[in-house]
């Protein structure tokens, strides 16, 4: 009967968490216990951690806690691989074993209460839930507004987000199963989960305060961030490169008639004109030359990522039985 319910399990990233890891664990639990007494998972689910690396007692909680609470797993990372790394590593471990998974951050600034709808949806059909904060109150104005421009400027170079969803979703096997097809190195899971396509359905919640110890998220980091997502995605600056140059090439132009204007009436010294020809319409190709080869790097690039063409989702190919090649003669 209990084989019949899907295997849960929450994989939660911990860089250096050792003062909210207590509680974390004490509210998922009470959140498995309701849902394995509700038939909704079965009993084998688990909280997966994924240390990351820490320098404080994280791991020593996580395995201690391994050992005194049946739902908790974990796995710890060699070193600080970065909070997407984190989530990677949770994901492909849970995937052979998991028929979902949900990942949320440690600090449970993300409302865990929402787990119970992201069940509810997959039970429904859904094979992605996207959890998606109401509003931002609790953020700083500096993160609410930069956040913001970031989704405006990611949407402006072709990547689409689900505004205000960062990584706590859920993700049944058959997504999970895609997703680990995207080997790129400098992977944006939240940039590759839209392009999975599936059946999606978002859940509101407010996101809260950091209960206890402080953001593993400084301004440094959350640059970064923006950057690898924009970098690894886009090749619009690539772009502008080339748009620039025909500009500078135009106005190139005027300058250089000007120039000459200037020179039939003997108004200038010697070399002057030939500079400014030099300067203005030279740099203005050398710009559309970088361009140029800016679009073939970028071609490169995408290329290098090996992304799926496609992904099936049904397919009612599947029973017809794969024919001998006929031979002829
Ligand atoms: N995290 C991680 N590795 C890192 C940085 C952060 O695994 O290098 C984890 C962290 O433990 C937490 C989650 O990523 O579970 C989000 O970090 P945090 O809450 O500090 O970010 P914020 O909510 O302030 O953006
Ligand atoms: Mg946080």
Request: proline residues 3%.
């Amino acid at each position: 009967m209990d084989s019949q319910l899907p295997l849960l399990a929450i994989v939660v990233p911990c860089y250096n968490e050792e003062a909210v890891l207590e509680e974390t664990t004490k509210e998922l639990t009470r959140i498995m216990e309701q849902l394995v007494q509700e038939k909704k998972i079965s009993r084998n689910s688990m909280i997966l951690y994924v240390d990351d690396g820490s320098k404080d007692s994280t791991w020593a909680i996580i395995e201690r806690k391994t050992m005194d609470n049946p739902f908790v797993q974990g796995l710890k990372l060699s070193r600080n691989f970065g909070h997407q790394g984190a989530l990677i590593a949770g994901m492909e471990t849970a995937d052979s074993f998991a028929d979902c998974v949900i990942t949320i951050d440690a600090d449970l600034q993300d409302d865990v209460q929402a787990i119970y709808a992201f069940i509810d949806k997959y039970h429904q059909g859904y094979d992605l839930v996207y959890g998606v904060r109401n509003k931002r109150e609790t953020d700083t104005f500096f993160k609410r507004n930069t956040a913001l421009a970031f989704y405006k400027l990611m949407g402006k170079m072709g990547v689409h987000l689900v505004p205000n969803h960062a990584d706590y979703r859920l993700m049944s096997k058959r997504v999970l199963d895609e997703f680990v097809k995207y080997q790129e190195e400098n992977i944006f899971i939240r940039g590759i989960v839209p392009l999975l396509g599936f059946k999606s359905a978002k859940v509101y919640y407010d996101r809260k305060e950091r209960f206890a110890g402080e953001s593993k998220y400084p301004l440094k980091k959350m640059i970064s961030f923006a950057i690898d997502g924009i970098t690894s995605f886009s090749i619009v600056p690539i772009k502008l490169v080339t748009c620039i140059g025909f500009f500078i090439v135009m106005l190139g132009a005027l300058v250089a008639a000007y120039s000459l204007i200037v020179w039939l009436l003997n108004h200038t010294i010697s070399g002057w004109t030939s500079l400014m020809l030099s300067i203005w319409i030279i740099g203005g190709m050398q710009l559309i030359a970088i361009g140029v080869i800016g679009e073939y790097i970028g071609k490169i690039f995408k290329e290098t990522k090996n992304r799926p063409r496609y992904t099936i989702e049904r397919n009612t190919t599947m029973n017809i039985k794969e024919k001998e090649p006929m031979t002829h003669g």
